[in-house]
């Protein structure tokens, strides 16, 4: 069974910041891109930031230079530092990848951790 869980998430006040983690456990013989979303109360989840099995970075405009998405690859690992927060980043956070395991190709998602900004 493979899963992904995040950490890291809580209450931070506008202009801080916070580091995101996001380990895939279980058995896994490949992990292709990974990647962060978001979504708010009240609306739809939206992408964040991806990142490809040989490091390539993408980010949506609105965190474009205040977030970066890393990865470890020997530790399954995807990690999203996210500086200078602002109240409308306040969302949970969730992980994408796309993992080869015993059962073939999945699009794995995590449970989400919530991250809360205040003014």
């Known amino acids: 069974q493979v899963q992904l869980v995040e950490s890291g998430g809580g209450l931070v006040q506008a202009g801080g910041s916070l580091r995101l983690s996001c380990a895939a456990s279980?058995?896994?013989?490949?992990?292709?891109?990974m990647g962060w979303y978001r979504q708010s109360p009240g609306k739809q989840r939206e992408w964040v930031a991806t990142?490809?099995?040989?490091?390539?970075?993408n980010y949506a405009d609105s965190v474009k230079g205040r977030f970066t998405i890393s990865r470890d690859n020997a530790k399954n690992t995807v990690y999203l530092q996210m500086n200078s927060l602002k109240p409308e980043d306040t969302a949970v956070y969730f992980c994408n990848a796309r993992i080869t395991g015993r059962a073939g190709v999945l699009d794995a998602w995590g449970q989400g951790t919530l991250v809360t900004v205040s003014s």
């Open positions: 279980g058995i896994i013989f490949r992990i292709d891109t």
């Open positions: 990142i490809t099995s040989g490091g390539g970075t």
